[in-house]
């Protein structure tokens, strides 16, 4: 994530789960793909857990980032 203001960045991981045991990859050989069926008629949601890698020393700032997500229907 970098940092609106000093432009720093913090490290951190997506997980699957909320205990973070099951982590999203971070590049296209270590991508987890998550199954799902639909019926059309209604939505359907997958939850996304962060967690922010300990030891850093970035400054108090607000961070951000874009993760982008592709779907295959």
Same mark, same amino acid.
């Given at each position: 994530?970098?940092? %609106?203001? $000093? %432009?720093?960045? #913090?490290?951190?991981? #997506?997980?699957?789960? *909320? &205990?973070? +045991?099951?982590?999203?990859?971070?590049?296209? +050989? %270590?991508?987890?793909? /998550?199954? $799902? +069926?639909? #019926?059309? &008629?209604?939505?359907?949601? /997958? @939850?996304?857990? *962060? !967690? /922010?890698? %300990?030891?850093? !020393?970035? @400054?108090?700032?607000?961070?951000?980032? +874009?993760? @982008? /997500?592709?779907?295959?229907?």
């Amino acid at each position: 994530m970098k940092g %609106a203001n $000093q %432009a720093q960045y #913090l490290a951190y991981n #997506l997980f699957q789960d *909320g &205990a973070g +045991t099951q982590r999203f990859g971070n590049s296209v +050989t %270590a991508q987890r793909l /998550i199954g $799902q +069926t639909g #019926l059309g &008629a209604t939505a359907n949601s /997958i @939850p996304v857990y *962060g !967690s /922010i890698v %300990a030891g850093q !020393s970035a @400054p108090a700032d607000v961070y951000s980032d +874009t993760v @982008p /997500i592709t779907v295959y229907y």
